[in-house]
């Protein structure tokens, strides 16, 4: 046989083969749809929730003044499209207890006097006027990018009072920047405690997951079905050994974060051994319930993935969710990740307690009920 007749021959065997796994992929509508329609929901995802600008940012105004020169300058902040002002008072104090219990992400200070300091700021070597901007620094990148923006509108409105004054050499106005809980705006205290909530989520999708597939995979699930456990059983048997582990990676990373990366955790450790428990009930929930659409680890293992990464997104973990379209804003209201990282950074960073976490903590728990209950259904039904 010539070299070209072999290779000739072989071409036709793979040629073959691969028809054989393009029938068997036709065949298996799961797979095609882990394969066709995953890869654009991920890319849903990144194209309209993945951004790295920050706007809509949810600002609590404080205005002594009341003079149509400080509603101007509200109004440029609000104009431009970055803050949004959710609530006000006339207190400074105020504005720090909005950015403590997480209602806004700015406090906007607009002090008494402040127009006519205006008026008056470059000439004769009168003073610039002052604004005080509050951010909250548990987010470093966002509070960074929010000061960027409002030192631009603060130069922006100075000089378009200049130019409207004949009389005015030039206007200009100082800002004031305090940024609360993070004073260095140091990235690693805002990403460092997000680690523990993706390091729990992981454990408890992948390993429940694959577990119980490999179980299926080599026929010990079908001796366990005949045992004496009820489906409860099993499945709480099946859970209970991973979520020991996700508290020990809990506790591991949060030993390594306050010792090791000198990441301040001003709370409550009961709060947080809460929450966590929480957390793992839908996270759990959810690892159980890609065991019961996967008929192989590999199945399993890919479906994790695409779960774990739109989760990760949505969560607020490298993304601000302000920054994102409405509709990715709701959907991330039926992520716990987004809930449990609330809750995570607050006890950290700000030392908050559980009179302020309560509805995160109230989320967790409805999330995890409803996805328990959901996976164990499935499971039941799947092993009936």
Do not use: C
């Not at 019961?292 to 990464?309: D, H, K, N, P, R």
């Amino acid at each position: 046989m010539s070299g070209l007749t072999r290779v000739g021959a072989k071409s036709g065997r793979v040629a073959e083969v691969v028809r054989k796994e393009l029938l068997q992929l036709r065949r298996d509508p799961r797979l095609r749809r882990l394969i066709l329609v995953a890869p654009m929901i991920q890319l849903l995802v990144f194209g309209y929730a993945v951004s790295t600008d920050v706007r809509h940012t949810a600002t609590f105004l404080v205005d002594q003044d009341r003079s149509p020169l400080a509603r101007e300058l509200v109004d440029a902040f609000t104009a431009s499209g970055y803050f949004d002002v959710v609530a006000g008072s006339e207190a400074a104090t105020d504005a720090v207890k909005a950015l403590d219990r997480g209602e806004a992400t700015v406090g906007l200070v607009i002090p008494p006097g402040f127009g006519r300091d205006l008026l008056a700021a470059g000439a004769d070597g009168a003073p610039a006027a002052t604004v005080q901007l509050l951010v909250d620094g548990t987010n470093s990148n966002i509070a960074t990018v929010a000061l960027g923006y409002a030192e631009g509108i603060l130069r922006s409105f100075g000089a378009r009072v200049a130019a409207a004054g004949a009389e005015l050499p030039e206007a200009t106005v100082a800002l004031q920047e305090r940024a609360w809980y993070n004073p260095s705006l140091e990235s690693r205290n805002y990403n460092v405690p997000a680690v523990v909530g993706t390091l729990m989520l992981l454990v408890a999708l992948l390993l429940t997951a694959l577990a119980i597939v490999r179980e299926r995979e080599i026929g010990t699930l079908e001796q366990l079905m005949v045992s004496p456990l009820s489906p409860g059983e099993l499945i709480a048997g099946k859970t209970l050994p991973f979520a020991l582990i996700a508290f020990v990676d809990l506790a591991l990373v949060t030993t390594i974060a306050v010792l090791w990366f000198e990441v301040p955790f001003r709370g409550n450790l009961l709060v947080l051994l809460l929450a966590s428990l929480l957390f793992l009930l839908p996270a759990l929930g959810t690892g159980l319930l890609i065991s019961t659409v996967s008929s192989t680890q590999q199945e399993a293992f890919l479906t994790t993935f695409l779960t774990f990464m739109p989760t990760i997104l949505l969560s607020g973990f490298l993304f601000p969710i302000s920054s994102m379209p409405r509709v990715f804003q709701w959907l991330t209201l039926v992520n716990p990740l987004r809930h449990y990282l609330e809750i995570v950074r607050g006890v950290f960073l700000k030392g908050t307690g559980l009179a302020v976490l309560w509805p995160q903590h109230v989320a967790l728990l409805v999330l995890g009920a409803a996805l328990l209950t959901l996976a164990a259904r499935r499971f039941e039904k799947r092993l009936g």
